[in-house]
């Protein structure tokens, strides 16, 4: 079960920004809960911030005021508005339900902050 795709990562300066997006088909989409999680080698994934179906938004708080969450409804997409990258936000990131249900994950997006 593949749920969504991750799209925009790359390599990034310190302080640049970046934009990611996932997409998915599912018609649920505007009644789930979005979240973006990321995960480094040998750790587990945690939640970087998620969108509630009502917009409400919480974040973790090592990106608490760097990151923005938002979602398009009509398309079907979340994203991840990121700022002031830092070197530890390096990870690949990944999106899911906010509950992360779905037990397939997707390829993620791979992010990596250096000079």
């Known amino acids: 079960q593949v749920a969504f795709v991750e799209s925009g990562g790359g390599l990034v300066q310190p302080g640049g920004s970046l934009r990611l997006s996932c997409t998915t088909s599912m018609n649920s989409f505007t009644i789930l809960s979005l979240g973006w999680f990321r995960q480094t080698p040998g750790n587990q994934r945690e939640m970087v911030a998620i969108?509630?179906?009502?917009?409400?938004?919480t974040y973790a708080d090592s990106v608490k005021g760097r990151f923005t969450i938002a979602r398009d409804n009509a398309k079907r997409t979340g994203y991840l508005e990121m700022n002031n990258l830092q070197v530890d936000d390096t990870a690949v990131y990944y999106c899911?339900?906010?509950?992360?249900?779905?037990?397939?994950w997707g390829q993620g997006t791979q992010v990596t902050v250096s000079s």
């Open positions: 899911n339900s906010g509950d992360r249900r779905f037990a397939n």
């Open positions: 969108i509630s179906v009502g917009g409400t938004t």
